[in-house]
């Protein structure tokens, strides 16, 4: 089957986050799509599949090494990068659908001369739930820091959902080191997928903002480069009234404390829409075996 290893969020190999694309995973079981998930051993590896909802160009299913899920962002972004670069889809005035678990997502194709392209998905529409005081306590104890309250953390819902709190400062951000076990246990106990923090860069700096995200629940203590997790901070950061502060548009980055330079181009549409996007590029290109 062809297969591809996409490096999502740079457009540098070896500086965003991996996903692993097998582009036409027809005939696979379910069973053979876990267990070459679990072999590939990355965050998520995808499959994709014919389309079976109208309007839509593809259809993709997701894993992690141990379980499905509905939506994630850099393997829907690696994945149309893949399908692009093959030829087996082509964007439509700038556009694409994906159906996946969690409905149909819709990208757009924004290309870069001389390097490559930048896709961006439209974020679900996401679901917030507030967090009571003693929850807020023990986060900031399994992280090792205070959190800011004013805006208060939340669980953001946007397909998987994500605990998100601000830190003062983006060095906040990169010095965290958390209590790994402790907040497997809490994610398990609240029903997320993980924690999400973020701090602001101070005026003149590439990016606005420095994005950490914790899964240890799910078997990732830290995703280099988030795209769902970004995507939940950028709802927080609209339900908080924050967008004056970051603007219409800004540049997250995330990966630093693993080794890695990921950076994310965040959108508010007039709409009220969220878009989530990046460049990617290939870094394994070829075929894997049923």
């Known amino acids: 089957m062809p297969f591809k290893q996409v490096d999502v969020f740079t ?12 582009l036409d995973a027809q005939g696979l079981s379910d069973e053979q799509m876990r267990r070459i998930a679990n072999w590939t051993n990355l965050s998520e590896t995808t ?3 014919p389309a079976t909802q109208p309007g839509a160009d593809y259809r993709v299913r997701i894993f992690t090494p141990q379980a499905e899920l509905p939506f994630a962002g850099h393997p829907t972004l690696g994945t149309a990068h893949a399908l692009v670069e093959a ?9 694409l659908v994906q159906e996946c678990e969690a409905g149909p997502i819709e990208l757009t194709v924004t290309d870069i001369p001389g390097s490559s392209p930048l896709i961006a998905f439209t974020l679900p529409e996401p679901a917030f739930t507030t967090l009571d005081a003693a929850e807020i306590d023990e986060m900031e104890s399994i992280l090792g820091s ?12 946007v397909g998987p959902v994500w605990t998100i709190a601000q830190l003062p400062s983006a060095q906040a951000v990169l010095t965290l080191r958390p209590d790994f076990a402790r907040m497997a246990d809490f994610d398990r106990g609240n029903g997320a997928a993980g924690i999400v923090v973020y701090g602001a860069y101070g005026e003149g700096a590439e990016a606005a903002v420095e994005v950490r995200a914790f899964a240890p629940s799910l078997g990732a203590n830290e995703d280099p480069v988030c795209g769902s997790g970004n995507g939940a901070v950028a709802a927080f950061i609209r339900d908080a009234g924050q967008v004056p502060q970051f603007g219409t548009e800004y540049l997250s980055s995330q ?18 829409a969220i878009r989530v996007g990046g460049q990617s590029v290939t870094c394994i290109d070829g075929r894997i075996a049923a």
């Open 11 to 22: 457009s540098e190999p070896y500086r965003g986050n991996p996903v692993a694309v097998v």
């Open 47 to 49: 499959f994709v599949l």
């Open 87 to 95: 030829g087996i889809v082509s964007p439509r005035q700038g556009r």
């Open 146 to 157: 205070a959190v800011v309250h004013d805006p208060a953390p939340k669980r953001v819902g």
């Open 255 to 272: 990966g630093a404390a693993v080794g890695r330079s990921g950076r994310l181009s965040i959108a508010f549409d007039a709409d009220g």
